[in-house]
């Protein structure tokens, strides 16, 4: 064998190498992402020690808060007003099918009762396991539990924050030691996946904190996170646990969803979303229900009833689902800004949900004025706002139509189609309140 031919030969083994070890999802996992899809609409919840500040989940960051003192903290968190069951109750109210619960966020601290950590809710007055409560009271009401995890950590000495771009005002002096914090990782993540029952999606966060800005050219990681043992741990413990990224890059190999923060995917108007939509996995966009994350006293910055209608009918017809954080209080209460509204747009999603939940994006590209979904035969055009010269015009058309009419009403609507085209007038129609929608039934 020549040298070439040799050297073609070891490259041709190292592909077929790489494919052998690329990650195949298991089929209950495949359904998990589809009934993920179906979902279409979940509940972020952004709460923990950080809650005590008022000033937003990434508080000691921003204040420069040395780990001695933020320690101190531990004994001011008392939760007394936590109720699971109303948690799980508002978010079900609100036409919500999931939850998303942040057990650890970048200030480390441990939302359950670890075994791999004293900086832990069980160790504060409250002295509850939350998480078991939560865990409890989504399986009493039928609702699936996804867990937020931080990758990054301004507690610990153990993470790698040399070369992290955040945490840096918090005191550590020790070196870091990323095989010791990657077992405490890994130990946490079999403790949640183990005891809390079955987990619908380990939604990671802060991978970012050790590449270059987003948008920059080389957003190459400094450190090697080792995914290949995190998530095979994940998928070996429980096969159909969805795993996401906040790395704000395209997916990387083992991961079940993508995920876009503060935009619907194929938009960037937060400066954070430069990566391309898959074509391949599930999607969802993640947003806040007023400007924070965490609870922040003087945040009044609280989105409408139709804002947050328009968000989730935004995304499914971008084929994506939307998580809708709130910041519970530090007493453990959802303040009535909340839950006012999201009871109200729920109440819209018992009348036209329909037109959200089991569908995908429709035929028809978002345009300015709104988006179509699509289930089985029924194509649903949702009108945000009355189109140009009061018609709609698709190109491109080629279904025929069998019945055209408004969701709620029994009055056909005038449609034309001729050579590939697609014309609804909109002159007959009251284009009002935040998402009017025509149901096209296919023949």
């Not at 790489?18 to 609409?41: C, E, I, M, W």
């Not at 003087?298 to 998580?323: C, F, H, M, P, S």
């Not at 698709?394 to 697609?422: H, M, N, P």
């Not at 609804?424 to 039934?441: K, Q, W, Y």
Request: net charge positive.
């Amino acid at each position: 064998m020549s040298r070439s031919s040799f050297l073609l030969a070891v490259l041709m083994c190292i592909c077929v190498s790489s494919q052998a070890q690329s990650y195949q999802p298991a089929p209950v996992n495949l359904k998990a992402r589809q009934t993920f899809q179906d979902n279409k609409y979940g509940m972020f919840i952004h709460w923990g020690l950080s809650s005590v500040l008022g000033n937003g989940e990434w508080v000691m960051n921003n204040r420069n808060i040395k780990v001695e003192d933020y320690k101190r903290l531990l004994r001011a968190f008392n939760p007394v007003d936590f109720d699971a069951a109303q948690w799980v109750r508002t978010a079900k109210n609100a036409g919500m099918k999931y939850i998303v619960f942040i057990t650890r966020h970048h200030d480390g601290f441990s939302n359950w009762d670890t075994k791999y950590s004293d900086w832990k809710i069980t160790n504060t007055p409250y002295g509850k396991d939350v998480l078991k409560m939560l865990a409890a009271e989504c399986k009493k009401q039928g609702i699936k539990l996804g867990l937020y995890y931080s990758l990054l950590d301004w507690y610990r000495s153990d993470y790698p924050y040399e070369t992290g771009r955040t945490g840096k005002g918090t005191g550590r002096t020790a070196k870091s030691d990323y095989a010791s914090y990657l077992q405490f990782m890994k130990n946490q993540l079999t403790e949640l996946l183990t005891n809390y029952g079955e987990i619908m999606s380990i939604w990671f966060d802060g991978h970012w904190d050790q590449t270059a800005p987003e948008g920059s050219k080389d957003r190459n990681s400094r450190i090697d996170w080792k995914y290949d043992e995190i998530y095979g741990l994940i998928h070996k413990l429980q096969p159909q646990c969805m795993i996401g990224n906040n790395h704000h890059l395209s997916p990387l190999d083992g991961e079940d969803f993508q995920m876009f923060e503060r935009d619907l995917p194929g938009e960037n108007k937060s400066g954070l979303s430069f990566q391309k939509a898959s074509a391949e996995l599930p999607l969802e966009t993640c947003e806040t229900l007023n400007g924070a994350w965490g609870y922040n006293i003087t945040d009044r910055n609280y989105k409408t009833t139709g804002k947050v209608i328009q968000l989730l009918v935004g995304a499914a017809g971008r084929n994506a689902n939307l998580l809708l954080n709130i910041g519970p209080m530090p007493n453990g209460l959802i303040q009535s800004e909340f839950t006012d509204t999201l009871a109200l747009a729920g109440k819209w999603l018992q009348q036209y949900g329909e037109s959200v939940y089991g569908t995908r994006k429709g035929p028809v590209a978002p345009q300015s004025w709104g988006v179509s979904t699509q289930k089985g035969k029924f194509v649903y055009l949702h009108l945000f706002k009355n189109p140009e010269n009061n018609k709609i015009e698709i190109d491109g058309w080629q279904q025929k139509i069998k019945t055209a009419s408004l969701l709620t009403g029994k009055a056909a609507i005038r449609v034309e189609q001729q050579s590939g085209r697609l014309i609804i007038p909109t002159d007959a129609i009251s284009v009002t309140g935040p998402d009017t929608i025509i149901r096209l039934e296919l023949e």
